[in-house]
C-alpha cells in the first residue's frame, strides 16, 4: 500500500482504542495476484512492524476473553498469538504444519480453498479443561481457523474464542465455524 492508497478495511472494536486500530487497519498492505492471479492478499507484515499498531490489535485481541493460554496458529498466529500471551500473562502453544514437532499428541486434517492441509498440536502442551484463545492473522474461507478449532478441543481443552486481526467477510469463513465464539478486530 502507497500512502495515496486507501484499503478497504474497516474497524469491528468502537472503544478507545477504535482510533488507534484506525491506524492498525492503514498499515495491512493488500497485495494483487498473490499467490496466485485473481487473489488480494492482506499483509500484515507492515503492522507486525509498527510497535503501536501492534499493541493496539494485542490489547483488542484478548480484552474481554478469560483464557489460560493463546494457541497460535501458523505461521503469523504465532507472532501475534505469543505477543497476546505475553501481553494477558500466558502461555503460547504453537499449532504447527506437519514435519515440524518432534511429538505430536494430535492432528486435524481440512480443506482450503486450494486444496488439503494438516495441523498439528505439540504434546504435553494442553490440559484438558484448559480455556484456550485461538490466535490467527485472517479468517478467509474458515478452514484453518475451523481446524485449530477442533484440535484445541480434541485435546479436551475448551475454545474460549477463536481471534483473528482481520476477518474478510466475503468469503464466509466465520459460517464454517459453529459453535465458537469468533472475534474479528477488523474487516475487509
Same mark, same amino acid.
Given at each position: 500500500?502507497?500512502?495515496?492508497?486507501?484499503?478497504?478495511?474497516?474497524?469491528?472494536?468502537?472503544?478507545?482504542? @477504535?482510533?488507534?486500530? =484506525?491506524? /492498525?487497519?492503514? &498499515?495491512?498492505?493488500?497485495?494483487?495476484?498473490?499467490?496466485?492471479?485473481?487473489?488480494?492478499? =492482506?499483509?500484515?507484515?507492515?503492522?507486525?512492524?509498527?510497535?503501536?499498531?501492534? *499493541? /493496539?490489535?494485542?490489547?483488542?485481541?484478548?480484552?474481554?476473553?478469560?483464557?489460560?493460554?493463546?494457541? $497460535?496458529?501458523?505461521?503469523? $498466529?504465532?507472532?501475534?498469538?505469543?505477543? !497476546?500471551?505475553?501481553?494477558?500473562?500466558?502461555?503460547?502453544? $504453537?499449532?504447527?504444519?506437519?514435519?515440524?514437532?518432534?511429538?505430536?499428541?494430535? #492432528?486435524? @486434517?481440512?480443506?482450503?480453498?486450494? +486444496? #488439503?492441509?494438516?495441523?498439528?498440536?505439540?504434546?504435553?502442551?494442553?490440559?484438558?479443561?484448559? =480455556? !484456550?484463545?485461538?490466535?490467527?492473522?485472517?479468517?478467509?474461507?474458515?478452514?484453518?481457523? +475451523?481446524?485449530?478449532?477442533?484440535? !484445541?478441543?480434541?485435546? $479436551?481443552?475448551?475454545?474460549?474464542?477463536? /481471534? !483473528?486481526? &482481520?476477518? &474478510?467477510?466475503?468469503?464466509?469463513?466465520?459460517?464454517?465455524?459453529? *459453535?465458537?465464539?469468533? #472475534?474479528?478486530?477488523?474487516? /475487509?
Amino acid at each position: 500500500m502507497t500512502g495515496a492508497e486507501e484499503t478497504a478495511i474497516s474497524v469491528q472494536v468502537t472503544d478507545a482504542a @477504535d482510533h488507534a486500530l =484506525r491506524r /492498525a487497519a492503514r &498499515l495491512i498492505r493488500e497485495v494483487p495476484d498473490f499467490p496466485e492471479p485473481g487473489v488480494l492478499f =492482506r499483509d500484515i507484515s507492515p503492522l507486525l512492524a509498527d510497535g503501536t499498531g501492534l *499493541g /493496539a490489535v494485542v490489547s483488542a485481541l484478548g480484552r474481554g476473553v478469560e483464557f489460560d493460554v493463546v494457541a $497460535g496458529v501458523e505461521a503469523r $498466529g504465532f507472532l501475534v498469538g505469543a505477543a !497476546v500471551a505475553q501481553a494477558f500473562g500466558t502461555g503460547v502453544i $504453537g499449532l504447527r504444519k506437519p514435519g515440524k514437532l518432534p511429538v505430536v499428541a494430535d #492432528r486435524v @486434517d481440512y480443506r482450503l480453498e486450494y +486444496g #488439503r492441509a494438516t495441523l498439528e498440536l505439540p504434546a504435553d502442551t494442553l490440559c484438558a479443561g484448559q =480455556r !484456550v484463545l485461538i490466535v490467527d492473522d485472517v479468517l478467509a474461507t474458515g478452514g484453518t481457523l +475451523g481446524a485449530a478449532c477442533r484440535l !484445541v478441543r480434541q485435546a $479436551g481443552a475448551d475454545v474460549a474464542a477463536a /481471534a !483473528v486481526v &482481520l476477518e &474478510l467477510t466475503a468469503l464466509e469463513g466465520r459460517d464454517k465455524i459453529m *459453535g465458537e465464539t469468533v #472475534r474479528a478486530l477488523l474487516q /475487509a
